[in-house]
């Protein structure tokens, strides 16, 4: 057999594969008795992660000494809240750090000229978190460079964890018992799964500004941040398709 003819047969079927797979497409019948469900599960959890953020400022004319002011509030900070550090259970780090110039205002009066820096300003952030809320509490009394600028409650990645699992398991038991009480009411004995899917809420931890004349009046009395941790709602939700078979 002559190449040419060889690879027209090759072809001929590879067509003819294709006709097939195109028809046998076509033949299918589109999905019946299917409906579209959806079920959700909820569980109140109290939070067991606090966040407390400590800020400072300083300003003036030369950026080296502020810089130089900022971190030595910072380091004396720093030390105070290491001492107490324990890992899961009081966590320390640095927060944000920032310096930039504060400009006089211009003269509406000729001759007009550029702004000129008239001095600098920057702040810094210290942040301490974790789940031994007492100890969080009792260090803010004792950091004295620094101001309490925010204060958050939140779920610990352990417990968002197991909750997620839980409220997941029930919204599953409820999208399963919801399929079938469908399915039986349509005069069907029962389901297939087409497509599922699970997902759940990330309840955020809001940060409630504290102010700042407070805060430091707290701190220079040496007394402990009084707090409460408060309940967050986790909420799974199921939803897809099911076909009703007899």
């Not at 810089?67 to 900070?77: C, E, F, N, P, T």
């Not at 211009?106 to 809320?133: C, F, M, N, Y």
């Not at 699992?165 to 399915?183: H, K, P, T, Y």
Request: a positive charge.
């Amino acid at each position: 057999m002559h190449p040419p003819v060889r690879q027209t047969l090759v072809c001929l079927v590879a067509a003819c594969g294709m006709a097939a797979t195109g028809a046998w497409a076509q033949v299918l019948p589109p999905p019946q008795n299917v409906v579209s469900l959806s079920a959700s599960a909820s569980m109140e959890v109290t939070k067991d992660w606090l966040t407390v953020v400590f800020s400072t400022t300083r300003e003036g004319a030369d950026p080296a000494v502020v810089q130089s002011q900022l971190r030595q509030a910072l380091d004396v900070a720093l030390t105070e809240a290491r001492k107490a550090a324990r890992p899961g259970q009081l966590e320390v780090l640095t927060g944000a750090f920032s310096l930039y110039p504060r400009y006089a205002p211009v003269s509406p009066k000729p001759p007009a000229g550029q702004p000129g820096i008239a001095g600098w300003l920057g702040s810094t952030e210290l942040v301490v978190e974790g789940r031994d809320t007492q100890a969080i509490a009792q260090l803010t009394g004792r950091i004295q460079t620094m101001s309490i600028a925010r204060v958050a409650f939140s779920l610990s990645r352990e417990a968002r964890e197991k909750v997620d699992g839980d409220v997941s398991a029930q919204a599953i038991s409820r999208f399963r018992a919801r399929a079938d009480a469908v399915s039986r009411h349509f005069g069907f004995s029962g389901y297939t799964v087409r497509e599922v899917n699970v997902s759940s809420n990330d309840p955020p931890g809001q940060m409630q500004p504290v102010m700042r004349a407070q805060a430091a009046s707290r701190a220079m009395a040496d007394e402990s941040l009084p707090v409460e941790a408060g309940k967050a709602v986790v909420t799974a939700t199921v939803g897809g398709s099911v076909q009703m078979i007899k």
